[in-house]
């Protein structure tokens, strides 16, 4: 006789297969919570003097490893270290630093290991006070925060101001936010805006009006004659590449002129096939 119904049998499946896929994810990039030694560091950063591995393992298991275990393949590694190829970018001053490379990221772990220039912290939502002043103080680099999704576009100027004011370096904005906004947004903000466009030259010509700081366009639009045009057109704004995950398309934007590349934690060149 069946003493579980169906629906037990479906709960009882996925709490059993869930450790087993996490074991595996482990087993195929291991991270070693308790010997790692940047992790410990960024533990102790997170909460000093409160003894290595105490606290602050929370926020590194929410924020890289379930990271790790949902949107990286069992099997890859993402690279969040800047390529070597990008040293001839030309690069444009934020935060009082020259910034070649940007890495696109959530995962605080990930913001403080990496060694490129700046951070895009890429938030869905809003983030919380606490969440940004621990951010800000953990991350010895500019950081511009992004949010995906705000559902009344019209608070974006007040919250970029609000970002500021917690210690942002510059506030990132999506191609299709009206431009009414973005001028709203320009004014009240001090930092740099950085707005994303698409290779047409006036849409990048609305945005510069607007006051963008700098104009982030898809890498695969990039080629050399664009550069050349926008940066004889505009010669005081960076023209800064979106990459994705994709380092062939870093080589293919730095070969073009670019100032700088936006990048998420990449796939090695070895193994993208998937772009250019």
Not at 35 to 53: I, T
Not at 73 to 102: I, Q
Not at 145 to 171: C, D, H, I, Q
């Amino acid at each position: 006789m069946d003493i579980f119904s169906l629906q037990e049998k479906s709960i009882l499946f996925h709490f059993s297969v869930i450790p087993l896929h996490l074991h595996h994810l482990l087993k195929m990039n291991p991270i070693n919570l308790f010997k790692n030694r940047d992790v410990m560091e960024y533990e102790r950063l997170l909460s000093p003097g409160q003894g290595p591995g105490s606290t602050g393992r929370s926020p590194f298991l929410y924020n890289s490893l379930l990271s790790r275990w949902f949107y990286v393949p069992v099997g890859s590694r993402y690279l969040a270290n800047k390529p070597e190829m990008l040293s001839s970018a030309r690069g444009f001053r934020l935060g009082g630093r020259f910034v070649h490379t940007l890495l696109s990221t959530s995962d605080e772990y990930t913001m403080w290991a990496t060694d490129a220039d700046a951070i895009l912290a890429d938030f869905i939502f809003p983030p919380g006070e606490k969440r940004l002043k621990r951010l800000f103080s953990v991350v010895k680099k500019p950081v511009i925060v992004s949010v995906r999704f705000v559902y009344n576009k019209t608070k974006l100027p007040a919250l970029a101001k609000r970002f500021e004011t917690m210690g942002a370096a510059g506030f990132y904005v999506r191609r299709t936010l009206p431009t009414t906004v973005l001028e709203k947004i320009c004014s009240a903000c001090s930092v740099p805006v950085f707005a994303a466009s698409g290779p047409d030259v006036g849409e990048v010509k609305s945005k510069i009006e607007a006051g963008v700081f700098a104009v982030c366009i898809p890498a695969k639009d990039v080629s050399r004659e664009l550069e050349r045009s926008l940066h004889r057109l505009f010669p005081d704004v960076p023209v800064i590449a979106s990459c994705s995950r994709s380092e062939k398309l870093m080589k293919h934007s730095e070969a073009s002129g670019v100032d700088a590349v936006i990048f998420k934690p990449c796939i090695p060149l070895e193994l993208d096939w998937d772009h250019y």
